[in-house]
Each structure stands twice: as C-alpha cells, then as structure tokens.
C-alpha cells in the first residue's frame, strides 16, 4: 500500500501568556490554528495565512533563524519542530496518509477571534489556555507540551517595544 503524504504548518499563537487552541469538530479534539501547505506556498507562509483564516489575527513567528549569507537563496524561518502524523491507518496496521507538519510559534496582539476565511470555526469553539490550565486541562500532551514551549518562546522573545520598556 503506497502512503501518501501532505506537508501542513500549525502555528501556536500566544498572547498575555495564553495560547489559543479551538475544538476541531470531525477530530474531537483542541488544536491551534493549521492546514495544509498549498502548491504555492513555503510552510511558514502557510501557518501565517491558516492563523489569518481561522482567527482573524495577524502572527509575528517567533523563529530566531539566523540570517545566512546566500547570495543564491534566502533563509526560511525555522520550525520548531516537525512532526509525522498518521492520518489515514488501516486494520492491518497500514497507513494510508499521514502529514508532515511544521510546528511555528507566534505572537499576536489581540485576543479577539474573528475568523477571515471560508467555512471555518465559529469564535465561540476557541479558547485562550495558559500554563495553569494547559496543566489541568484534558488537551492532547503533545498539544500542551507545544502550547507551553510557546508560551516560554513568547516570554522569552520579548518584542522590540517591550525590551525598550515601551509595552
């Protein structure tokens, strides 16, 4: 059985030490904003336009590529992880489709839902967890491990208005 495989980006997006997670309604699931790459697109390009669909937000990735001198290329943002998924498994063990998914984290400024693209969740199914209730929460673990690397990430980074006191 031949396994196909589809690139996708999800973005953790913080914001005040929260990150937004929504309930996907066929997978049952909290899930942070995401979808698959298309044709055109580079990952991270992605993972910003699926941040801009499902919430309305407008994302700053918290990347920290060092730049490279290439005169015949440009450096991409870095994921911070990349993660196989299986999708699509069989009864006899077989995987029919699986996604290959670049994990970003983002900073948004406003905690206002307000989705931007077709046929995607209502506000009402999105959520803002911090690390209290990532910990108490039934979230998937791989989900709150991310949701949390995020949060420190967003700590860690502070933007150019806070580290010059202005925010």
Do not use: C, K
Request: proline share 6%; net charge negative; charged share 30%.
């Amino acid at each position: 059985m031949e396994t196909t495989r589809h690139f996708t980006a999800t973005v953790y997006i913080v914001e005040s030490g929260a990150v937004a997670l929504h309930r996907h309604e066929r997978l049952g699931i909290r899930i942070p904003p995401g979808g698959h790459v298309d044709r055109d697109e580079l990952p991270h390009e992605a993972g910003l336009r699926e941040v801009r669909e499902e919430t309305g937000l407008d994302a700053e990735l918290l990347d920290g590529t060092r730049e490279i001198d290439a005169p015949a290329g440009r450096t991409l943002p870095r994921p911070r992880h990349q993660m196989l998924y299986d999708i699509n498994v069989h009864g006899d063990g077989g995987v029919g489709h699986q996604h290959i998914d670049h994990i970003y984290y983002a900073r948004v400024d406003s905690r206002e839902i307000d989705p931007d693209g077709d046929d995607e969740a209502d506000p009402e199914v999105w959520a803002w967890y911090d690390e209290s209730d990532l910990r108490a929460s039934d979230v998937d673990p791989d989900t709150v491990q991310f949701s949390l690397e995020a949060i420190a990430a967003a700590e860690d980074e502070a933007s150019p208005e806070e580290a010059a006191g202005d925010g």
